[in-house]
């Protein structure tokens, strides 16, 4: 897209009109955190969503729920950080660089009986995050006492965006250690089995936010590296009776 047509889409998008008024609200949060890490030569990085192109017309609209991001910064404002994230998921970038995508692409494309997943990858779902802010470079470490405190009791807003995202599937590729992230923004979240699988490996995720199809499972990376992903994904699409 050029950049007057992301303009024209982002303003006639319910969904990213409603996801700003969200994040606009909660911008001197972002200005208190940025003043509460001490650290100066670690990049703090913030992660807003945006949903992509035709999202909202999906057949199956798909949620990406990751652990949190090692790229780019803090933006002047709430609409700019959004761009951010739209640049991204319109950009090669989004493939060729981050392996964290690529099981998401699979399991668009095993849905929707794509032919070519590089023609239309940037409908099918979005993403958002379990920490928004972290910092740029792993390994990953504290925000520190103070950031961390603002974060969790005034900037938890996962339910929110979950909310207004509105998707009908949503896969928590987050492994099991990121559960604690989970409860602490979905409060009163379970976590139930599947199959024949323990809760660490593969677990259904309910919660009065979440649509009946929401999967927590291991992250993409473990996925691979176990050579799990086919298994995987033939389970979720039985899961979600496609």
């Not at 609209?61 to 991204?88: C, H, P, Y």
Request: glycine share 4%.
């Amino acid at each position: 897209m050029t950049e007057i047509q992301k303009e024209e889409y982002f303003e006639s998008s319910e969904v990213n009109q409603k996801l700003l008024k969200l994040f606009e609200s909660k911008w001197g949060i972002v200005e208190k955190v940025c003043n509460a890490v001490n650290d100066e030569e670690l990049w703090t990085v913030l992660h807003l969503a945006c949903v992509p192109p035709n999202y909202e017309k999906m057949k199956y609209k798909i949620l990406i729920v990751g652990q949190e991001n090692d790229g780019w910064g803090i933006e002047d404002n709430a609409r700019l950080s959004m761009f951010a994230t739209l640049d991204f998921l319109d950009s090669k970038d989004y493939n060729d660089r981050r392996p964290f995508f690529s099981f998401p692409y699979k399991f668009c494309k095993s849905i929707n009986n794509l032919g070519d997943i590089q023609d239309s990858k940037k409908t099918y779902f979005t993403w958002a995050n379990l920490r928004e802010f972290s910092f740029n470079e792993a390994p990953k470490t504290s925000l520190g006492k103070e950031a961390q405190s603002i974060i969790d009791n005034e900037f938890n807003i996962l339910e929110e965006e979950i909310k207004i995202i509105n998707p009908d599937i949503v896969l928590f590729l987050t492994g099991h250690k990121y559960d604690y992230h989970i409860e602490k923004q979905l409060k009163g979240v379970e976590f139930t089995t599947v199959g024949n699988y323990d809760k660490k490996q593969f677990s259904r995720v309910e919660h009065e936010a979440l649509p009946k199809n929401s999967f927590r499972i291991y992250h993409p990376l473990y996925l691979r590296y176990r050579k799990l992903e086919n298994e995987y994904l033939e389970r979720l699409i039985k899961e979600c009776g496609l």
